[in-house]
């Protein structure tokens, strides 16, 4: 474990829903076992077939966990998620934590080959249905979750290479989140997000190039293994901070601070330099 | 290891509340204040110790010996003296601490917790930055500074009333509760991730100003 063990949570996640949307592997799977070791009922879905489901269930069964139920579910339709939903609800349970961790990478180019297509789809699989699927869960569980929280990066306040896209969808994603957290919070629904950067992934190996993953990990105390935001996931839902809602966390280990030209470049200059 | 936590200008209610928190699990609890004599009740490994924030490094400042693992400094905002001393009252004693220890060559707290308790965005900015350079300059050591924002703290909101003009209803208010219990989970390792950032307990709310003027103040004013 990564935290204190003298930490009592203050919610209890045995018996209680938690559903991950792109739960199979990443920052989802990891806080997909953290709820499950403290024996919740996880609902996980991804979509292309990209789980090892096997695997899965075995890493589940490794830490005591109740077995995941595991959907193959596309995030931009709304009638797979509401499958999803619909049997959770079917099982008698409300939904405590939704983390949504869907994020499709469509890699920008420039201007030449900017496209309204490319934008779009970014927004429709990675900000829309965060959003979406909580009008869906209240329609069909009649309550929205105790906890909802969405993953995004500082890529809209910076640049990072091939990252147009899903920096604007970020962008959108933690605006429009804060939008609506006072009205769930008087539904006792807490919404937040959590804002880090180069956390290892398969999804992080997909958007950006060799070369540039090369440079992340020549500064790896800035790097994250994915349990490390699972813990922050779980400290958001431990109910030690339930007067927070409406925020963007940001877990980065200090680097946006130092992600300079003048601050970092020497080092950086030593890098290339061997 | 014996875990000791400092809570600094925190012979106060919020103080009081966070020092109970952090007492089952740890050695000792100082509770650092400038205002009265020392009290240990022996009861409890809970200590209120005199101190004097000011440039002279070689006073001998009694909690600062030995390792410290969670150094709290509270600021309380509740009127315009507060906002007059600023520098000297609420940044300088977290940041007078730290550089003690650095200069007796002990090692610096794992969790330093800056509480911002009321309404004063200007207090807010200086504390954040002041973390955010020190976080810098300490990168290579495992040392988390956060602040926890909590603008709409009850016993604080007299900076509201000063600044706004409105009793604000119990449901918009942050509760000491609220609070030791974010200075707590900062301090779990579970967020450890974090550096140089905050914590905002504002219940879905953004800042008093822009949320009066939006939700209307009768949602949140009496």
């Known amino acids: 474990m990564h935290y204190s063990r003298n930490l009592q949570l203050k919610n209890n996640f045995n018996d209680k829903a938690v559903f991950i949307v792109g739960g199979t592997r990443g920052i989802g799977f990891a806080a997909a076992l953290e709820f499950g070791r403290l024996g919740a009922q996880l609902y996980l879905t991804h979509r292309w077939g990209s789980a090892d489901e096997s695997e899965i269930l075995k890493q589940f069964r490794e830490v005591g966990a109740p077995e995941p139920i595991i959907f193959e579910a596309d995030v931009s339709i709304e009638a797979e998620n509401a499958t999803v939903i619909k049997k959770i609800h079917a099982d008698g349970f409300e939904i405590e934590v939704y983390l949504n961790c869907a994020c499709v990478v469509t890699r920008g180019n420039g201007l030449e080959k900017a496209s309204l297509r490319a934008l779009r789809r970014s927004m429709n699989y990675s900000t829309w249905p965060f959003i979406g699927l909580l009008k869906l869960i209240k329609k069909h569980t009649g309550t929205f979750p105790g906890y909802s929280i969405a993953i995004t990066s500082d890529g809209h306040l910076s640049h990072y290479p091939g990252y147009d896209y899903v920096a604007s969808s970020k962008a959108v994603l933690e605006a429009i989140t804060r939008q609506y957290a006072r009205s769930l919070y008087k539904e006792n629904s807490r919404i937040n997000i959590i804002r880090t950067r180069s956390v290892l992934t398969d999804g992080y190996a997909e958007i950006f190039a060799e070369s540039d993953r090369n440079i992340v990990t020549a500064f790896d105390q800035f790097t994250f293994d994915p349990k490390e935001i699972a813990n922050c996931i779980l400290a958001i839902c431990s109910g030690y901070l339930d007067a927070m809602s409406g925020e963007v966390v940001v877990v980065d280990k200090g680097a946006s601070i130092v992600d300079n030209i003048m601050t970092l470049g020497p080092d950086i200059l030593e890098h290339d330099n061997g | ?222």
Request: charged share 20%; hydrophobic share 40%; net charge negative.
């Open chain 2, 1 to 222: 290891m014996a875990k000791r936590v400092v809570i600094l200008n925190g012979d106060n209610e919020l103080g009081h509340v966070i020092a109970k928190q952090f007492s089952p699990d740890h050695s000792e609890v100082v509770i650092a204040t400038e205002n009265q004599a020392e009290v240990h009740d022996p009861d409890t490994n809970i200590k209120i110790e005199h101190v004097t924030y000011n440039e002279d490094f070689n006073q001998d400042l009694a909690f600062a010996q030995e390792e410290i693992n969670s150094l709290i400094a509270i600021t309380e905002i509740s009127d315009q003296k507060a906002n007059e001393n600023n520098l000297a009252e609420q940044v300088w004693p977290w940041i007078f601490v730290l550089k003690y220890l650095f200069r007796r060559k002990i090692p610096l707290p794992r969790y330093v917790v800056i509480v911002l308790a009321g309404y004063d965005p200007g207090l807010a900015s200086l504390q954040a930055v002041q973390a955010k350079y020190i976080t810098a300059s300490n990168l290579d050591i495992d040392i988390h500074i956060n602040l926890v924002n909590a603008d709409f703290y009850h016993p604080g909101n007299n900076s509201l009333n000063y600044k706004l003009s409105g009793n604000f209803r119990p449901g918009v208010v942050t509760s000491a509760e609220q609070i030791s219990d974010a200075v707590t989970i900062l301090c779990s390792g579970l967020m450890d991730g974090m550096k140089a950032q905050s914590v905002y307990l504002r219940m879905g709310l953004t800042a008093p100003e822009t949320d009066i003027a939006i939700d209307g103040g009768p949602t949140l004013v009496d």
